[in-house]
T-cell receptor, first 117, second 112 residues
């Protein structure tokens, strides 16, 4: 149980284009989903917290107009990187919190490797 | 804001031996959770063990156990009978208000 999927697993795009990454909780409802960014050999940095049916909360320094997050249902959140540039190339990981859970565990997706040419 | 410090960027251990990974954290909160996550080369984050701060008893999961010292704000992970499949990056994480703060990680290599 508690499986989170991400699609696509890898994406290569040209500079200036937009890319959408999907995060789905497959066997549970997730009221809250999180988006992280991980550079090579570094830790996970939280970008934003996404709550179903409401606007995402972005961490300091994260451009909300560049990284658009939508959490339209209890099982799906999307991250759209708009007007992508080479410096946006990174590994993006989503996670989900089990609805109603009273602890802070998050279940992680397998990640999406974004390369912007 | 919480901070999590892992002071060992890399460690290695021989197969079947025991290794301890260190983690310290800083917080003013009293209710929180601590986690160790494993990230193998596939980069899938896998929960290794969880500790609730209000519990004095150290958590154990098979070969994995923690030494939780709340007053010292220390949360180390002990891996017994190390296996080749334990080779991975290990992240210590602090959880509060449903958010996680990660340390920089320790790359553990298990040698045959």
């Amino acid at each position: 149980g508690a499986v989170v999927s991400q699609h696509p697993s890898r994406v290569i795009c040209k500079s200036g284009t937009s890319v959408k990454i999907e995060c789905r909780s497959l066997d549970f409802q997730a009221t809250t989903m999180f988006w992280y960014r991980q550079f090579p050999k570094q830790s996970l940095m939280l970008m934003a917290t996404s709550n179903e049916g409401s606007k995402a909360t972005y961490e300091q320094g994260v451009e909300k107009d560049k990284f658009l997050i939508n959490h339209a249902s209890l099982t799906l959140s999307t991250l759209t990187v708009t007007s992508a540039h080479p410096e946006d190339s990174s590994f993006y990981i989503c996670s989900a919190r089990l609805a109603g859970a009273d602890y802070n565990e998050q279940f992680f997706g397998p990640g999406t490797r974004l390369t912007v040419l | 804001a919480q901070t999590v410090t892992q002071s060992q960027p890399e460690m290695s251990v021989q197969e079947a031996e025991t290794v301890t990974l260190s983690c310290t954290y800083d917080t003013s909160e009293n209710n929180y959770y601590l986690f160790w996550y494993k990230q193998p080369p596939s980069r899938q984050m896998i929960l290794v063990i969880r500790q609730e701060a209000y519990k004095q008893q150290n958590a154990t999961e098979n070969r994995f156990s923690v030494n939780f010292q709340k007053a010292a704000k220390s949360f180390s992970l002990k891996i017994s009978d190390s296996q080749l499949g334990d080779t991975a990056m290990y992240f210590c994480a602090f959880g509060s208000n449903y958010k996680l703060t990660f340390g920089k990680g320790t790359l553990l290599t298990v040698n045959p």
